[in-house]
């Protein structure tokens, strides 16, 4: 786990040390452990690397590294859980390694197979290899956009790539420029652009999650997609109690995988049935004493991050599940933080570099503590939301797609309400009225497909202009296997939501020097989850049936059965009546605030100034004012 960086050089102009050191020393908290930069002798390629040792912590590691005699060289970020197998294949193959790294791994890999081991690999990457014969930059991310990869193309004179927006203020010669249309389009629609390959810079993109390209001098970028989840669903077993015995197996060895380390390992602990699963396995694994390759000494505690008197503690739920498993945690009072509150926010701000539907500070609070124990990896459950209906509204879209059959929209309504407050759920009840209308509508316009690309939102009467004509995004096409509510988990899972939580818990935890390891990401667990029916993952009162099911005995059913949801989120309601409330209201009355060329700043701050004075802010009111606050902090210096 690391951070990279490089130019590739289209003029005569030579790339120069200090050049790679300029991009690589902004993400020093990616790699506290070691750095490196490479140019070849044509000195018209540069490589960097900031190291966090994970796998063999020796020098042989060390990067850039080099390959078959010096025509291949790499930098790369990430982890290939299964590099001991497929470096057993290469040495059958007459391969030979000096070092006892993934990295080493990937470039035999190459070497072998081309650019189709990407196939081989399960884990997670952003590299760039460069290959001295073919003069050829090849950069690839893997399945699902775990890990970063950022670019900027500028023909006739550079090619420049790094893990973070940030590294792109350093270049010579280039001034970083806000996009104000991406901007507006990423406050409106927070979960809208990562998985598209976008930022809020002008000039920087992302290579997009499954995708690589390949960079030549003077030739235009070949863009690839390489991974696509509907080409490769699986067969499932027909009776739904088999379909459960398949499930806990690939999530079992999953998990045991990515045990994988020459460093210590924890968990992030929620209380939620993900993170809990997690954990639960991992106490399992170690209860039985499986044979696991390649342990550290601490793989066991957990990290629990708990906000006392807010809406967001979930502290009971995390007791029960250690409580069951006897198992060991560090409780994370964030709240301790709140005398500091506005400057930790602002740190925050400005060294995640985006734009966010809630404060990243919670996630920084986490890991900064698993570092201060000697903590280098992190366990974490992302990914089951976003693949089984994890969130109200997933549930509340499949319910209007279901309205033509009565009884299993009625269980669906149920699960919506169970998932929700007891004090919300008439004014939800009341919301579901209209949608009932609503996706009628819709059902008869669309034939049934509704993503969030379809959803409004653009015309906002909060900003200024209407974007439609003014962006142009890609526009994800669906595999015709996905319908209805299960298309847009597809989407969720791919371009919209996922890929940006992905995106905030990277550097959350890099900015700690802390790898994420998600058990749930393991791509043979995601192809199988999306070839199961609907009702194996919404069905018999639950939303994420088949882990509930798969988590028998294995987690208690108090913390099994919860169907109350609350999120990692910050205590927005809180903060906005109490620590923050002055500083909010200087803020929206601020110059730069109401003078923005992208938001009505005026009518903005009299919403606001009325809702501090009534204190009725509603938690879907706080999450659409922080992605405003958050992008007017970001860039009003």
């Not at 088999?242 to 994988?260: I, S, Y």
């Amino acid at each position: 786990m690391c951070g990279i960086a490089g130019i590739l050089r289209f003029n005569s102009k030579r790339v120069e040390l200090q050049e790679i050191k300029n991009l690589t020393d902004p993400i020093a908290h990616r790699g506290p452990n070691g750095e490196g930069a490479w140019i070849n002798k044509s000195e018209n390629i540069g490589l960097g690397h900031r190291r966090l040792s994970v796998l063999d912590l020796t020098d042989n590691a060390s990067q850039p590294m080099h390959y078959a005699d010096g025509r291949l060289s790499v930098v790369y970020n990430g982890e290939i859980f299964n590099f001991a197998e497929l470096r057993e294949e290469l040495i059958h193959k007459g391969y030979q390694f000096k070092s006892d790294s993934d990295t080493e791994v990937l470039l035999g890999a190459y070497h072998f197979w081309g650019k189709d081991c990407l196939h081989k690999f399960n884990g997670f990457w952003a590299f760039a290899l460069w290959d001295e014969l073919n003069q050829e930059l090849w950069l690839a991310r893997d399945r699902f956009g775990i890990k970063p990869l950022h670019y900027m193309n500028q023909p006739g004179k550079q090619f420049i790539f790094g893990s973070e927006t940030l590294q792109f203020k350093n270049i010579d010669g280039y001034k970083r420029q806000p996009d104000d249309d991406m901007i507006s389009y990423n406050i409106q629609h927070s979960w809208g652009i990562e998985g598209l390959g976008k930022t809020i810079f002008k000039g920087i993109e992302q290579i997009r999650p499954g995708h690589y390209i390949v960079v030549k001098p003077n030739a235009k970028i070949q863009k690839v997609k390489w991974w696509e989840t509907a080409d490769h669903l699986v067969d499932v077993p027909g009776s739904y109690d088999d379909q459960v015995d398949t499930f806990k197996e690939l999530f079992h060895d999953a998990v045991k995988l990515r045990l994988r380390s020459d460093v210590n390992i924890a968990s992030a602990l929620s209380g939620g049935l993900d993170s809990s699963s997690v954990f639960a396995t991992i106490r399992s694994i170690a209860k039985t004493k499986e044979k696991c390759y390649r342990v550290p000494n601490e793989w066991q505690r957990a990290f629990v991050a708990i906000f006392p008197g807010t809406e967001q503690d979930e502290r009971m739920y995390a007791d029960e599940v250690l409580k069951y498993v006897n198992g060991e945690a560090i409780y994370v009072d964030c709240t301790k933080d709140y005398k500091d509150l506005q400057s930790k926010l602002m740190l925050s701000i400005r060294e995640h570099d985006s734009i966010n539907a809630t404060p990243m500070f919670i996630i920084d609070s986490l890991y900064a503590s698993m570092k201060r124990h000697n903590i280098t990896v992190s366990m974490d459950g992302h990914g089951v939301d976003e693949m089984m209906y994890g969130y109200p509204y997933n549930v509340l879209n499949a319910y209007g797609h279901q309205l033509h059959n009565p009884g299993y929209a009625g269980e669906i309504k149920n699960i919506y309400l169970g998932m929700l407050p007891p004090d919300e759920q008439l004014h939800y009840l009341k919301k579901m009225k209209f949608h009932n209308r609503a996706y009628r509508f819709a059902q008869r316009k669309a034939r049934g497909l509704m993503s969030k690309f379809s959803q409004p939102g653009l015309k906002d009467k909060w900003f200024h202009s209407d974007l439609r004509n003014r962006i142009d995004l890609p526009n994800p096409v669906i595999s015709e296997r996905f319908k209805g509510s299960e298309a847009q988990l597809y989407s969720d899972f791919h371009f919209t939501t996922l890929p940006t939580i992905l995106r905030n818990f990277d550097r959350g935890a890099m900015r700690n020097s802390i790898e994420i390891r998600m058990p749930f990401l393991d791509y043979r667990l995601v192809t199988y989850v999306f070839s199961l029916p609907m009702a194996s993952k919404l069905g018999n009162g639950f939303t994420k049936r088949i882990l509930r099911d798969a988590m028998k005995v294995v987690l208690p059913d108090f913390v099994r059965t919860r169907q109350l949801k609350t999120g990692f989120n910050a205590p927005l309601k809180t903060w906005f009546q109490q620590e923050l409330k002055s500083f909010i209201l200087d803020e929206v009355s601020s110059t730069e605030f109401i003078s923005s060329t992208i938001w009505d700043g005026r009518m903005i701050r009299d919403q606001v100034i009325a809702k501090t004075k009534s204190g009725e802010w509603t938690m879907e009111e706080c999450f659409k004012f922080w992605t405003v606050l958050n992008a007017h902090l970001l860039f009003k210096n």
